[in-house]
């Protein structure tokens, strides 16, 4: 079974917002780990939380208002084993 290539850590990218809001986000991009392809529709959540989104057609993502602390970050898509 393919899976989703390692966007979630090495394309993912925590930055703080401004120091009053106090929050930060998440982007990134899913691809095929086999053909580099871009998948769209997947859903990227933070574990825990109510918090994610779901890809573009070009496989990005952005998960917005992410409080400071440490999260799982999971993806999953049909067709593919979650990660």
Known sequence: MRYLKGFLI???V?????AFAQ???????????ET???LPGVNVILVGTNLGAATDEDGNYTILN????QYTVQASFIGYAQT
């Open 23 to 33: 929050t930060g986000k998440i982007t990134g991009q899913a691809t095929d780990s």
């Open 10 to 12: 090495a394309l993912m």
């Open 36 to 38: 580099g392809e871009a």
């Open 66 to 69: 992410i409080p400071p602390g």
């Open 14 to 18: 925590l930055s703080s917002g401004l």
